[in-house]
């Protein structure tokens, strides 16, 4: 859509959560959606990414936890994972800050397993949204 946030540098890891959040309102705006919602990647190698998202409602901004997703297996699938994770939540009827955290969680997830597919189930984004950090395998 040719909007920037302003005072980010996605590059060097330098994310302007106000930027971000003047974008999700424009886009509100412009387009009259019910929900903007955004990735913040702070990329610091390849392998090294810190993780997490906003919800704009049209009122108010919900800010995810972030994540440091290391080492990072496959970025392939994780925008689409936390699109799945969000519009799973607000269909069950989750308000937007547990929505906005389990796409976050979801999409975490995504990035430790190999291909574009997404394929922990709703309990294991649970156990780490509740803090299991582990990296367990518990099935």
């Given amino acids: 859509f040719g909007i920037r946030a302003a005072k980010s540098d996605i590059s060097r890891g330098e994310l302007n959560i106000d930027g971000y959040k003047a974008v999700t309102q424009q886009l509100a705006d412009t387009f009259a959606?019910?929900?903007?919602?955004?990735?913040?990647?702070?990329?610091?190698?390849?392998?090294?990414?810190?993780?997490?998202?906003?919800?704009?409602?049209?009122?108010?901004?919900?800010?995810?936890?972030?994540?440091?997703?290391?080492?990072?297996?496959?970025?392939?699938?994780?925008?689409d994972s936390f699109g799945a994770g969000l519009i799973h939540s607000l269909l069950e009827n989750k308000d937007p800050q547990s929505a906005v955290d389990f796409a976050v969680g979801a999409s975490c997830l995504k990035h430790t397993i190999l291909g574009d597919f997404n394929l922990v189930t709703t309990d294991e984004v649970g156990l780490l949204l509740k803090g299991n950090t582990s990296g367990r395998v518990q099935r």
């Fill in 33 to 79: 959606f019910k929900y903007v919602a955004i990735t913040l990647r702070e990329s610091f190698s390849a392998s090294y990414n810190g993780w997490s998202a906003l919800l704009y409602d049209g009122e108010k901004y919900y800010q995810s936890k972030r994540y440091d997703i290391s080492p990072i297996v496959d970025r392939v699938g994780g925008g």
